[in-house]
């Protein structure tokens, strides 16, 4: 396959970071650093700006102030570093009366890849749908819709990957495959930054744990550290 250019490390550098909506800060001044190898999960309440934060920096929504660099490279600016992003967002972006295979070959060409059949027919398989392949999308459940978006945003292998709120509407059985898929994920040469509004099952998972309030991260710390800061622990005990 083609592969996309890659960068080193995978790592996500925030500096100063504002975003408004009708003269409001939704992010305020924010600075936040995930490292190659790091899995860490974005809590906060409703409206704490999280959807936000990723739209902006999976380039989808532009910043007002601030600086981001994914590896060594400033984006929005530079189109080599976007493409080693991986977003599931809210909405899964699907043609619905399309196929799920269709669906896929067709984002296969937009990143100009090579093989896009034996890619598509691997991302499928890993997906667990193959034998829902020539079903029309809107015919999916949620958690078929997940794995189809999961399956997408990992079809150029990018080292950066951006989940928001990915377990909402997940019955059990595709919340359980989430949760291993992501085990997965988490590896050295990848950071992974998740949107989650009640993390606890995924502190078994993640490496790290950011908090996300009043437009700034107010506490960034390893998983193993969360027993240190009685206030970041309450807060996840108040929205279990």
């Given at each position: 396959?083609?592969?996309?250019?890659?960068?080193?490390?995978?790592?996500?550098?925030?500096?100063?970071?504002?975003?408004?909506?009708?003269?409001?800060?939704?992010?305020?001044?924010?600075?936040?650093?995930?490292?190659d190898g790091d899995?860490?999960?974005?809590?906060?309440?409703?409206?704490?700006?999280?959807?936000?934060?990723?739209?902006?920096?999976?380039?989808?929504?532009?910043?007002?102030?601030?600086?981001?660099?994914?590896?060594?490279?400033?984006?929005?600016?530079?189109?080599?570093?976007?493409?080693?992003?991986?977003?599931?967002?809210?909405?899964?972006?699907?043609?619905?009366?399309?196929?799920?295979?269709?669906?896929?070959r067709h984002y296969?060409?937009?990143?100009?890849?090579?093989?896009?059949?034996?890619?598509?027919?691997?991302?499928?398989?890993?997906?667990?749908?193959?034998?829902?392949?020539?079903?029309?999308?809107?015919?999916?459940?949620?958690?078929?819709?997940?794995?189809?978006?999961?399956?997408?945003?990992?079809?150029?292998?990018?080292?950066?990957?951006?989940?928001?709120?990915?377990?909402?509407?997940?019955?059990?059985?595709?919340?359980?495959?989430?949760?291993?898929?992501?085990?997965?994920?988490?590896?050295?040469?990848?950071?992974?930054?998740?949107?989650?509004?009640?993390?606890?099952?995924?502190?078994?998972?993640?490496?790290?744990?950011?908090?996300?309030?009043?437009?700034?991260?107010?506490?960034?710390?390893?998983?193993?550290?969360?027993?240190?800061?009685?206030?970041?622990?309450?807060?996840?005990?108040?929205?279990?």
């Amino acid at each position: 396959m083609k592969r996309l250019p890659e960068i080193s490390p995978a790592e996500i550098n925030i500096r100063g970071l504002v975003k408004r909506y009708h003269y409001r800060p939704v992010l305020n001044d924010l600075s936040l650093t995930i490292n190659d190898g790091d899995f860490c999960v974005l809590v906060g309440a409703n409206g704490a700006g999280k959807t936000t934060l990723l739209r902006v920096l999976a380039s989808l929504v532009r910043a007002d102030a601030g600086e981001i660099r994914i590896g060594n490279e400033i984006i929005p600016s530079n189109p080599r570093s976007r493409s080693n992003i991986g977003y599931v967002g809210h909405q899964s972006m699907f043609y619905q009366d399309l196929t799920a295979v269709e669906n896929l070959r067709h984002y296969a060409r937009l990143y100009q890849l090579d093989h896009i059949d034996q890619i598509v027919t691997r991302s499928l398989q890993t997906a667990g749908l193959v034998s829902h392949q020539e079903k029309p999308v809107r015919v999916f459940s949620r958690g078929m819709q997940q794995r189809l978006s999961l399956a997408r945003a990992l079809l150029h292998q990018p080292s950066i990957l951006l989940f928001d709120e990915p377990y909402t509407g997940l019955d059990q059985e595709a919340a359980r495959f989430l949760d291993a898929k992501l085990g997965e994920l988490h590896s050295p040469g990848r950071a992974i930054l998740l949107a989650a509004h009640r993390p606890q099952r995924l502190l078994t998972i993640a490496s790290h744990i950011a908090w996300l309030k009043e437009g700034k991260i107010i506490q960034h710390l390893p998983v193993s550290h969360l027993s240190q800061t009685p206030e970041l622990e309450a807060y996840l005990q108040e929205i279990t």
